[in-house]
């Protein structure tokens, strides 16, 4: 009866502090799914008869595979740069102690404080060889007028330096948070059984964070798939035209705001969410997610 009793209780308080989430899930998350569900049915000027045309509307726009190519090696380069860099700067931050080390987490803080449109000001500044203050460096590059970087097939390089640099500072002290986690009496055995620091770092850490690299990799590449503020910004303020419906996101803007188009601009954005959630569904099932973390053994 007690246990009975007990189990009523826990279940109340966890429906009591589920329940905010739960709304706000409800309001901004399946709300407009539903929304846009409905809106990418609708009739438009290049489709009088709405229904599924729009979507494939959206697969046959002339712009479409350069836009999704342009994000695809985005997400080539974007992704695991951010995995393998975040990974190995906070396995390192977290075996070098010493009396930086705090200083050195909020210095990797700072540039995550960056909103993507003044990463973008300030990567123009840096990159822009009549006005960085590497210019000198740049010169010697043989890089002397903005046209020589700013060009189409750079973009998706200076793209994913703008996004990393943005991003990565962040996920590096999230990452140093949870090898915190690790019980010491893990890293007291390997360290007896004769480990070494590279070998604990490689072998006994690194699984045992695994699951929170997989949650940062399904959110690093969600965030990569509907990169829009740096394309966008660059095209319209910087270079006019020259990052023109460079991604898939800008797409889906020209779609609603440029071509009122609104059911082929929610259409698109639904494929992105399908893309989001498939992946992140394979990405959990293949890397057991959901099972007990651990050391394995032989």
């Not at 246990?3 to 739960?22: C, E």
């Not at 449109?117 to 990159?127: G, R």
């Not at 097939?153 to 090898?179: D, H, R």
């Amino acid at each position: 009866m007690a246990r009975s009793h007990t189990k009523l209780n826990s279940l109340f308080v966890g429906s009591i502090m589920f329940a905010p989430y739960f709304a706000l899930l409800i309001a901004f998350g399946i709300v407009p799914i539903v929304v846009a569900a409905r809106t990418s049915l609708e009739a438009s000027v290049l489709n009088p008869d709405g229904g599924p045309l729009n979507y494939l509307q959206v697969l046959q726009d002339f712009r479409f595979l350069p836009a999704l190519l342009n994000v695809g090696i985005f997400l080539i380069l974007y992704v695991p740069a951010m995995l393998i860099v975040v990974a190995g700067m906070s396995l390192l931050l977290d075996t070098v102690q010493g009396k930086w080390n705090i200083s050195l987490r909020l210095a990797y803080l700072v540039p995550a404080s960056l909103t993507g449109a003044t990463s973008v000001l300030v990567w123009y500044f840096l990159l822009e060889p009549t006005l960085s203050p590497y210019q000198d460096i740049l010169k010697a590059l043989g890089l002397t007028q903005g046209g020589d970087i700013w060009r189409a097939p750079n973009l998706a390089y200076i793209f994913v330096v703008m996004a990393f640099f943005t991003g990565a500072g962040n996920w590096i002290v999230v990452q140093y948070g949870s090898l915190q986690s690790i019980p010491d009496d893990i890293l007291e055995a390997a360290r007896i059984d004769g480990a070494s620091g590279p070998q604990i770092a490689l072998k006994i850490k690194l699984p045992l964070i695994k699951k929170y690299l997989v949650y940062m990799g399904i959110l690093v590449f969600a965030a990569g798939l509907q990169v829009f503020v740096e394309p966008q910004l660059i095209s319209a303020s910087v270079y006019p035209g020259l990052a023109s419906n460079w991604s898939l996101n800008q797409l889906s803007y020209s779609f609603a705001f440029q071509g009122n188009n609104l059911g082929a601009a929610a259409a698109l954005s639904l494929m992105l969410l399908l893309v989001c959630i498939v992946s992140a569904v394979v990405l959990i099932f293949r890397t057991d997610f959901f099972e007990g973390s651990g050391v394995k053994r032989k």
